[in-house]
């Protein structure tokens, strides 16, 4: 009842404005895509537009559109000796302007069948090294997909070849790997797992730091990356953020699932081109909790998050930004407060205390020798925390402290790329990364003694990751072009290092369809904290087993075809296969191997393990994508894979992220209501094939009076089939001088019972569940002006 009379309120802010014409301003610039350098004299108009809307980009590549009219238009750009642009279902907005930055590819060859091409597919990724794997996504895609919540990664979950490792985690399945395969990179620099609730170790958590209002359109790849992303072996988040408007003061506030929200972005000063982004939300599931939704545990999780980006531009020493983004949470599990159907995170009878915090800032700046060579340097510190307490919580005896952990990470780095673009044929990138890591971590458990054995204990222990590459492209002509690329990785705790060549090539056949094909090698340090794992031996001396552990290496090899059947809508076929190998595994023979690490709370520490194990992962996928315009859009996603591995027991096992399909189907149509608002409905359904787990021996559990499981079998079997229905429903009202969106999402439509993991109820001495989210609600509540 709550939740209607809420949603009754809500309602009540849809209006009809006057009908009157409302406009926006849209301004950007128009750079090269390969040396980034402005282009001058291109044209720009609103396609359709009656009278034309049009401008001519100045000598700094900035242009500014006047009286826009709100809602959907398509952009044309052009410019002689480029390909055209088209950039399509722009959202106006009457109470934010829309600022754009367009990138154009120098032709090798004018002629007029190139230019009846249709370029600016929203599917190709901004970065031009990258050719097979790979996508940009914008924004609103973060916003318009049912179920997202927002979050790019939670988005990027419905693109082919990747899959939510639950829903409770953002952590994200690509091609079967472990969600420690993937990289998150902001402005350049590598960073920590940007979640709430990320734990050390892992790349994903409950709810995102990261602030869509202040990203720009992004990259994210799946295989074979380019030579300048390094230390990961499943995918990439290369993301950016906007700079503030530089001509105009606008705000944002908001509420929803990631909290309070007020935002300001703006110029420094009048006639000034420096501007100002920044952002700072609070938790408001204390305010879910008290309209009735479960959000799955006894305790309410708390958060706050601060994002900002400040921008100078320079007449002669290039462009500096200072950039941050940072967030602390915390929550409490209490047993006692348990209600049906709560997680028990698999160890029932414990009380858990956790908060973590995260943040980075850094400085960049770029600076161009000339219009075809530039460097791009970033300084930047980083720090990621965590602390962990578990006590036992059995009934009619004394709390015991069963374990804890305070860790925390510092990191400073330092980018350097150079670019230069040759020629239209012919560019290349050098670059450096270095992250020099202070690490302390302190953790100790309870042993069946009652004495506590101490894990780890490690106090500012610098070590350092030196990485370099190379890369180059070269185009034979508009259709075909050629990429290389070399990586290094050096690890200067135990002095390991790595080559890791890349290699792709793509080739447009005609105006609708193109092959490419890619091989990369790819190599990733193991959690950093794994490495001071210490071994008590017989003697009573305690060594670090681990410390001497290799990186984890993965081959990459895929073939891709697409269709581009006309210019909103495409069919994508890839296939890929990945030899994975040099993984840590145990030196007695057994199960056990990191290919299964990194998707949960907490995941089992082992000591003494060595680089023997080895692992595959080959699969197809399929995408079949309409863009949207004439008010609808949809995404049809599938993938048929295998992912299997081997510990030092050399059997051939199940990974645990071995679901062998997943299918998804997105739609939305947005309805216009009255002359300036409108109501989309957008929908979402995944099914999917559930998870490997290793079952609880009952029998044994029983015996012992505690969770044991069945090592024998592990990885055997698997949960039954994932499925999940989702809906949005979303207002988007333009009033003079602001606009307001109001939305509802509705998560798991029939409220199926996923399950999350099987575990051992000590009470009852049977075999019990926790199941993923119900029912469940998400709403927003926006105004810009």
């Known amino acids: 009842m709550k939740i209607q009379l809420l949603l009754i309120a809500l309602l009540l802010f849809v209006n009809t404005a006057k009908a009157q014409e409302y406009t926006q301003t849209v301004r950007g610039t128009v750079i090269d895509a390969t040396s980034k350098s402005p282009i001058p004299g291109a044209n720009i108009i609103v396609i359709n537009s009656s009278p034309l809307i049009g401008a001519v980009s100045e000598n700094d590549g900035s242009f500014v559109l006047k009286n826009v009219p709100i809602g ?285 915090d995260m943040g980075v800032t850094g400085i960049e700046h770029v600076y161009f020798f000339n219009k075809n060579t530039r460097i791009n340097s970033t300084i930047a510190a980083s720090y990621t925390g965590t602390s962990t307490k578990a006590d036992s919580a059995y009934k009619n005896a004394p709390p015991l402290n069963y374990y804890g952990d305070k860790s925390s990470e510092t990191k400073y780095s330092f980018t350097s790329k150079f670019s230069q673009k040759l020629n239209a044929k012919n560019n290349y990138n050098l670059g450096i990364i270095f992250d020099l890591y202070s690490a302390n971590y302190q953790d100790s458990a309870l042993l069946a003694d009652y004495t506590y054995y101490r894990l780890t204990q490690v106090e500012s222990k610098k070590m350092l990751l030196i990485q370099s590459y190379g890369q180059f492209q070269h185009n034979f002509n508009d259709n075909l072009s050629i990429y290389g690329g070399i990586h290094f990785q050096y690890f200067t705790l135990n002095n390991h290092w790595t080559i890791e060549p890349r290699l792709s090539i793509e080739w447009d056949i005609n105006a609708k369809h193109s092959v490419s094909a890619g091989f990369g090698m790819h190599s990733q340090l193991q959690p950093r904290f794994l490495y001071f794992l210490e071994t008590k031996l017989n003697s009573g001396e305690k060594v670090l087993t681990n410390k001497n552990m290799d990186f984890s290496k993965s081959n990459h090899y895929i073939l891709s075809y697409n269709y581009l059947i006309n210019k909103n809508l495409r069919l994508k076929i890839e296939s890929y296969y990945q030899d994975l190998y040099s993984i840590p595994v145990e030196q007695k023979p057994s199960y056990y191997s990191l290919i299964n690490f990194g998707n949960d709370f907490y995941s089992d520490r082992e000591d003494s393990l060595v680089n023997k194990g080895s692992g595959k992962n080959y699969g197809i996928e399929l995408t079949f994508e309409k863009f949207i315009s004439k008010n609808y859009y949809f995404l049809i996603t599938a993938s048929l894979f295998d992912s299997k591995y081997k510990g030092s027991d050399n059997i051939e096992r199940n990974t645990i992220y071995n679901s062998n399909y997943v299918l998804n189907i997105l739609a939305g149509y947005s309805f216009k209501i009255g002359k300036h608002n409108s109501l989309s409905l957008d929908f979402k359904t995944v099914t999917a094939g559930g998870k490997h787990y290793i079952p609880v021996d009952l029998e044994l559990s029983q015996y012992y009076g505690e969770k044991i499981l069945d090592y024998q ?73």
């Open 713 to 785: 079998r592990a990885y055997e079997p698997s949960y039954p089939a994932y499925f999940r229905l989702d809906g949005r429903i979303s207002f988007k009202l333009n009033h003079k001088k602001m606009n307001t969106e109001i939305a509802l999402d509705v998560q798991n439509l029939t409220n199926h019972k996923n399950i999350l993991l099987e575990t051992y109820n000590i009470e009852t001495g049977s075999i019990t569940y926790d199941y993923q989210f119900g029912l469940f609600y998400v709403f927003l509540l926006r105004f810009q002006f």
């Open 72 to 356: 959907k238009q398509d952009i044309a750009v052009r410019f002689m000796g480029y390909k055209p642009v088209y950039l399509r279902a722009l959202t106006i907005k009457s109470g934010k302007e829309l600022i754009l930055n367009i990138e154009m590819t120098e032709m090798i060859i004018t002629t007029d069948e190139v230019v009846v091409k249709a370029y600016g597919r929203k599917d190709k990724p901004l970065n031009e090294m990258a050719q097979v794997s790979a996508r940009s996504f914008t924004v609103e895609e973060t916003e318009r997909y049912a179920g997202t919540w927002f979050d790019p990664a939670r988005m990027a979950a419905n693109y082919a070849g990747v899959m939510a490792a639950g829903d409770q985690r953002n952590d994200i399945i690509i091609r079967g790997n472990s969600p420690l395969g993937l990289l998150w990179q902001l402005e350049g620099i590598n960073i920590p797992n940007p979640n709430h609730f990320g734990t050390l170790g892992t790349t994903g958590g409950p709810i995102s730091i990261l602030n869509n209002n202040l990203l720009d359109n992004s990259d994210f790849f799946t295989g074979a990356f380019p030579a300048e992303y390094g230390n990961a072996t499943a995918g990439v988040f290369d993301l950016k953020m906007r700079n503030g408007n530089n001509k105009k003061h606008e705000f944002v506030a908001q509420i929803g699932m990631n909290g309070f929200e007020l935002g300001a972005e703006g110029p420094f000063a009048k006639n000034s081109k420096s501007s100002y982004l920044v952002s700072y939300r609070y938790s408001t599931l204390a305010v879910f909790d008290a309209l009735g939704i479960n959000f799955g545990v006894s305790g309410i999780p708390q958060y706050q998050d601060l994002s900002f980006k400040l921008n100078f531009p320079t007449k002669k020493a290039g462009r500096f930004a200072l950039f941050g983004v940072g967030g602390t949470s915390y929550i409490e599990v209490l047993n006692k407060d348990r209600k049906e159907g709560d997680w028990t995170f698999g160890h029932d009878n414990l009380d858990f205390r956790f908060d973590s």
